[in-house]
């Protein structure tokens, strides 16, 4: 196979814009992708401070790199989350992450959830009935609430994140099948930025996972491999292989899903529910960030409730 533009041997083909290139330029071509997404969703400018969540994988170091190479002012913000054991998840992400930004001197901010909130991610879920088989929820809401927080006071005007298109195909796929109107009309390029919200984007969310797999190593770029350890068995891996088999039968099958939704909300099919959305929000009463539960949010919930529990097993009893 060779490269369409210059007949050199082409490093990878993409069925599904029938299109094959070669090293040099996939290596131009990726980040053109990103730009051409950047500026059609109007994600951002050169003039604003993006802070990119980097975990330490490679769609989040690919994505700081490419807006590093467009000229972007990107700075990352990596998550301590604690989830260690056997495979040293979050020692291995953190020292990826560390190393990217060290070799490029670009500035990375780090916040550890433990030294934040007094307990690890694993810990915090074994001590709620938020996550006591799987720490996820308690993951997930943390990692919003702490990004969102860092975005917010560090003066950003964007947070970006690494999702690529096989990821939002994914979510996209879980939320039709159960119709969750609410997530799917939160579901986009761009989540706008509203009351304690900083604006969210996905540059990538255009790009299948091969391809940003495919720039990650053409570019040398070092990322821990393994997935998080609590990832097994989880829906969303196994809308991604229903998802992976249909592309493979029909080249250019997920984007055209992602694609056809993005038209739909685009024409006003979630407008009732974003509508609905934006009534219910309103300010946590300990943190300020907009929640839709009454009083306090999920998030100052589940980490007093954590903190009572942390400080009752270090009380010595009588
Ligand atoms: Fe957090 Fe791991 Fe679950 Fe992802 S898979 S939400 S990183 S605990
Ligand atoms: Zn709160």
């Not at 255009?206 to 990832?231: F, K, N, V, W």
């Not at 934006?278 to 999920?298: D, M, R, Y």
Request: hydrophobic share 35%.
């Amino acid at each position: 196979m060779k490269c369409r533009k210059c007949s050199q041997k082409a490093v990878l083909n993409m069925r599904q814009h029938k299109l094959a290139l070669c090293r040099e330029h996939y290596l131009e071509w990726f980040p053109q992708q990103a730009q051409r997404f950047i500026e059609k969703y109007r994600m951002f400018g050169p003039q604003d401070r993006v802070l990119v969540a980097v975990s330490g994988g490679k769609d989040s170091l690919a994505l700081w790199d490419v807006l590093s190479r467009l000229g972007y002012q990107a700075e990352g913000l990596y998550i301590g989350l604690g989830i260690d054991g056997g495979l040293q998840y979050s020692s291995t992400s953190h020292r990826m992450a560390a190393h990217f930004a060290d070799s490029r001197g670009l500035p990375l901010h780090t916040v550890d959830v433990q030294g934040l909130e007094g307990a690890t991610i694993p810990v915090a879920a074994s001590l709620t009935h938020r996550g006591r088989s799987k720490p996820c929820s308690v993951c997930g809401l943390s990692k919003r609430h702490i990004m969102n927080k860092a975005a917010l006071d560090g003066g950003f005007d964007v947070l970006a994140t690494g999702h690529n298109l096989d990821d939002e195909a994914a979510v996209l796929f879980g939320n039709t099948l159960n119709w969750s109107v609410g997530y799917l009309a939160r579901q986009g390029p761009v989540l706008e930025a509203g009351d304690g919200l900083v604006r969210k984007v996905k540059p990538f969310c255009r790009l299948y996972e091969r391809e940003t797999a495919a720039y990650t190593l053409l570019r040398g770029i070092e990322y821990i491999y393994d997935e998080c350890p609590y990832a097994t068995g989880a829906t969303s891996i196994y809308h991604k292989e229903l998802l992976n088999q249909m592309e493979a039968e029909r080249p250019g099958a997920k984007l055209s899903f992602y694609l056809s939704f993005l038209r739909a909300k685009e024409a006003g099919f979630f407008a009732a529910a974003q509508d609905r959305e934006a009534i219910l929000l309103h300010a946590c009463s300990s943190c300020g960030q907009p929640t839709s539960a009454p009083g306090q949010c999920a998030y100052c919930r589940t980490w007093s409730q954590v903190r009572e529990r942390v400080d009752l097993a270090l009380t010595p009893s009588q």
